[in-house]
């Protein structure tokens, strides 16, 4: 079963797309975004400079464009994708062009866990050192692995014991 391109000939075992949707991170979006669209609305729309050192039109656009749109359509498309098939892969989009690809062979033991993201690895997001990386978007639950040179990996998900058999079953039917 070849990789090639972040795909896989082997078909999925698990699956799981999470979003970053908490309260507090879609309130950082909205609060930005909201004052942005005042603004322009007051000055592009209405007519009535916005603040007491009014921009231009061509700035408020550009600001409407990059805080107004842009940012929140950035900040949402923020996810993790996490895939077990013939191996482990791990992409979270839009930072990561390519997977963190974890092989079978890779992996020392490994088990569904709950952790605490903030004191364990500094939050949510690629956290953590090369040799305990975490991998997470919300919540408290993962899979850590232990891998075969000692260094460890937390995939956050919120079916870990799904996610936890899934790895399970990809071991077993390596050996």
Do not use: C
Not at 31 to 37: R, S
Not at 134 to 145: F, H, L, M, Q
Not at 168 to 174: A, D, I, W
């Amino acid at each position: 079963m070849a990789f090639m391109g972040g795909m896989t000939n082997a078909p999925e075992s698990f699956r799981e797309v999470q979003y970053l949707r908490t309260w507090w991170f879609l309130l950082l979006i909205l609060i930005p975004t909201a004052v942005i669209w005042w603004g322009a609305v007051q000055q592009l729309w209405l007519g009535v400079p916005w603040g007491n050192n009014p921009g231009s039109d061509e700035l408020m656009w550009f600001l409407l464009l990059i805080f107004g749109i842009g940012f929140p359509l950035f900040m949402l498309s923020i996810k993790m994708t996490t895939t077990v098939s013939d191996a482990i892969r791990i992409r979270f989009s839009p930072f990561m062009l390519k997977p963190r690809v974890i092989s079978p062979r890779e992996i020392a033991e490994h088990q569904s866990v709950q952790y605490r993201p903030i004191a364990d690895y500094g939050g949510w997001g690629i956290k953590g050192t090369r040799s305990n990386r975490a991998y997470n978007v919300w919540g408290d639950r993962g899979v850590k692995i232990t891998l075969t040179d000692g260094n460890k990996v937390m995939i956050g998900s919120q079916r870990s014991d799904q996610l936890n058999m899934a790895i399970n079953n990809m071991v077993r039917l390596q050996k």
